[in-house]
């Protein structure tokens, strides 16, 4: 899912500390740098919002962990 990115949503993110990315889902291989279920994870990696994105894309299948 992909949304805009708004200043609301970064002060949210920010606030609360949201997690969102690759780095903290519990299917992400930290040693490999890959999705263990195989989906592509550009898009979804923190280094892909160290600068203001444009727009954010979520992933469903996100698992925090
Ligand atoms: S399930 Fe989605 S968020 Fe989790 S590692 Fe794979 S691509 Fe990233």
């Known amino acids: 899912m992909r949304i805009a990115?708004?200043?609301l949503f970064a002060r949210e993110r920010q606030?609360?500390?949201l997690r969102h990315c690759c780095e903290d889902c519990?299917?992400?291989d930290r040693r490999a740098a890959v999705c263990a279920h195989g989906f592509p994870t550009q898009g979804h990696r923190q280094?892909?919002?160290e600068a203001e994105p444009t727009d954010i894309l979520f992933c469903?299948?996100?698992e925090l962990c």
Do not use: V
């Open 5 to 7: 990115w708004d200043d």
């Open 15 to 17: 606030r609360f500390d």
């Open 26 to 28: 519990g299917q992400f």
């Open 47 to 49: 280094a892909d919002y």
């Open 60 to 62: 469903k299948e996100f």
